[in-house]
């Protein structure tokens, strides 16, 4: 009897959400516009603390939260206070939300990783008792507020974005349900592992319904100057390679490239990807020196360091290029030679400092590195190796914001004096995403040229994250993405391992810009400008 009288009220409820659903989807094209209006007057509207924008209309910080004296104040939190530790947390805390249930979501989800630090006998019984209890709480209030969890439109969504934003937004919401019924069920069964695998999943679908609480795209990539004709990332991607060994298929690696963290690092990655670029290309073990001191940010000599450095760098180099050894000879006798040994049976070797001419502070090392194809990846558009630059997303410390910074001359970003300029070395300032972060993908680029990314990109595996490597790595490299499926087969590829598919979901092609207005003639014209300069 109890039985078929929760089942008549469970029906009841779906029933009564399709309906709602049904009608919000009817309505989300008619009335996107006047939305948009209705909430840019409430996201201004707050008091004048609750957001940190620099100046009206300019872009250039990340909405901040900070913490009220009330009963949301754990909902409440700067975002960046204190280092991430998890793909979740980056995905999570560098998305411009303010909305209250949305973060008490996310502390409640959170809070469930108590059971984490549990001594050697295990969570004890009243931890089991209190989790059912408070997860029991957490879903019936986000049934309760479920309908304060709707995407946010904006004047420039077009009639497709607005309808596809509906319909996801009505799929996450309920998979978040499914994953916090998935965590009741693990605490009331007091099982450790499959509450740890259910509470990361509900973050991953709670972060992903958090990309459609954003309001306005919270920074101001340059739309002037030599990057203006790179592909950006408004929002996220999902990516997925599927990877093989010589004849065998290894499995898939999922990974989601973020435009919250580097859009338009993240935006070359996605726009190589539906390209099909990286089909094909293998796994390489390249030797870096950490720690070395750029001496080349702008285009000057590239193709010309790039050659000289992928002789110096690739492993087994007498195969492949000993052609190219003997035609560069001359080019590369000024080039330091001295790290030249065979690491191919030992991928882990590293020496610090270790010939006279090297600075202080370095370590030589290999890593795994993909998407590696001779120069780059050449751009239709100019006809050269497209090449990215670094751009870091750093916490100011004193104001209590995050900024996008990029290396460079002030020339080459748009004439706006709130845009930073160039690499920054102030002491106040820090970049928000640590290497320390277990799955976190980034952009290779040459030891010396900040500026001379292309294609190619890594994680680092879980034996290269000491302190020494990933502090060396912090701020010289550009963090796009995380690694959210397949973290045991990237830890385990071996060189020569290749990457036989790739696949870009949906959503994430709809959030890749791509500058269409900029024509070959102006990029060039900006180019000859800039040397002039």
Not at 112 to 122: C, L, M, P, Q, T
Request: hydrophobic share 35%; charged share 25%; glycine share 6%.
């Amino acid at each position: 009897s109890s039985s078929s009288s929760s089942s008549s009220i469970g029906d009841e409820h779906e029933q009564m959400l399709k309906m709602e659903r049904r009608a919000f989807l009817i309505g989300a094209s008619a009335t996107a516009t006047a939305a948009a209006g209705l909430l840019s007057s409430l996201a201004f509207s707050s008091p004048a603390n609750a957001i940190n924008f620099g100046k009206f209309g300019k872009r250039t910080d990340i909405l901040l939260l900070p913490a009220k004296k009330d009963a949301m104040a754990d909902a409440i939190r700067k975002p960046f206070a204190a280092e991430f530790n998890s793909a979740e947390q980056c995905l999570l805390r560098l998305l411009p939300v303010k909305n209250l249930i949305f973060r008490k979501l996310e502390s409640e989800i959170e809070s469930v990783s108590v059971i984490r630090f549990a001594e050697e006998k295990g969570v004890e019984e009243q931890t089991w008792v209190e989790l059912t209890q408070n997860l029991n709480n957490t879903i019936k209030y986000y049934d309760g507020q479920r309908v304060k969890l709707q995407p946010v439109f904006n004047a420039d969504d077009g009639t497709e974005l607005q309808i596809a934003k509906a319909e996801r937004g009505e799929q996450l919401a309920e998979s978040l349900r499914v994953e916090l019924v998935n965590m009741l069920d693990a605490a009331k069964r007091k099982n450790q592992l499959f509450m740890e695998a259910s509470q990361r999943k509900a973050l991953l679908a709670l972060a992903n319904l958090g990309e459609l609480l954003v309001f306005t795209f919270p920074y101001n990539v340059p739309t002037e100057g030599k990057f203006s004709y790179l592909p950006r990332l408004c929002g996220r991607a999902r990516v997925t390679f599927t990877v093989k060994r010589k004849d065998t298929i290894l499995g898939n690696v999922t990974l989601i490239a973020d435009g919250f963290a580097a859009p338009i690092t993240a935006g070359n990655f996605v726009d190589l990807c539906i390209r099909q670029f990286y089909n094909g290309l293998p796994v390489k073990s390249l030797r870096k020196r950490l720690g070395t001191v750029p001496t080349l940010t702008g285009e000057e000599n590239i193709v010309k360091y790039d050659i000289e450095n992928t002789i110096e760098n690739v492993v087994g180099a007498q195969g492949l290029f000993a052609d190219t050894l003997s035609k560069f000879g001359k080019a590369t006798s000024s080039t330091n030679r001295n790290d030249e040994t065979d690491t191919a049976d030992d991928n882990t070797k590293e020496t610090k400092n270790m010939d006279a001419s090297s600075p202080p502070g370095t370590i030589q090392t290999t890593m795994s590195i993909l998407g590696s194809y001779e120069e780059g990846f050449y751009d239709p558009l100019t006809a050269k190796p497209r090449r990215i630059p670094l751009e870091i997303v750093q916490f100011d410390r004193l104001s209590g914001t995050a900024k996008l910074s990029y290396a460079g001359k002030k020339s080459d970003l748009a004439d706006d004096p709130s845009m930073p300029a160039e690499a920054n070395t102030d002491p106040l300032l820090k970049p928000v995403l640590n290497f320390n972060i277990p799955g976190l993908v980034a952009m290779n680029h040459p030891d010396k040229n900040l500026n001379g990314g292309s294609s190619e990109f890594f994680s680092l595996q879980s034996k290269d994250r000491s302190i020494d490597k990933y502090r060396l790595l912090n701020g010289q490299y550009a963090p796009f993405g995380y690694i959210v499926e397949g973290s045991d087969l990237m830890e385990s590829l071996r060189p020569n391992d290749v990457i036989s598919s790739t696949h870009v979901s949906e959503w994430g092609a709809l959030n890749l810009v791509k500058i269409r207005g900029t024509s070959f003639a102006d990029v060039m014209s900006s180019n000859s400008n800039k040397e002039e300069d």
